[in-house]
């Protein structure tokens, strides 16, 4: 499994907030069993088959497209471990079991 973190910025829109159009992005893949997903405050976190994410994204930014963005800045970040089995839990649950 991977994990995904994407980031989708609108650009010529009538507003400055974005989180109406994060909205229909989320709303384009929440349904989608291959893939878990999270929203945090700077970005949506994506887990599944690497291909699965990949689509998940077109996804997502041609949502931002069809809601009226001109152009869509898009940031990926992507770790993809192949020699053990983690899920997003687990990465946040190794980090909180080292804070003192």
Do not use: W
């Not at 010529?12 to 909205?23: K, N, P």
């Amino acid at each position: 499994m991977a994990v995904l973190e994407l980031t989708l910025v609108p650009i010529g829109t009538q507003t400055t907030s974005c989180s109406g159009y994060v909205a229909k992005a989320y709303d384009a893949v929440k349904d989608d069993e291959k893939i878990d997903i999270r929203l945090n405050p700077m970005g949506t976190v994506l887990e599944g088959e690497i291909d699965d994410l990949f689509a998940a994204v077109r996804k997502m930014q041609e949502a931002v497209f069809t809601a009226g963005a001109h152009r869509v800045y898009s940031v990926v970040k992507i770790d993809d471990r192949r020699d053990k089995k983690a899920n997003l839990d687990q990465k946040v649950n190794s980090v909180m079991e080292k804070l003192i």
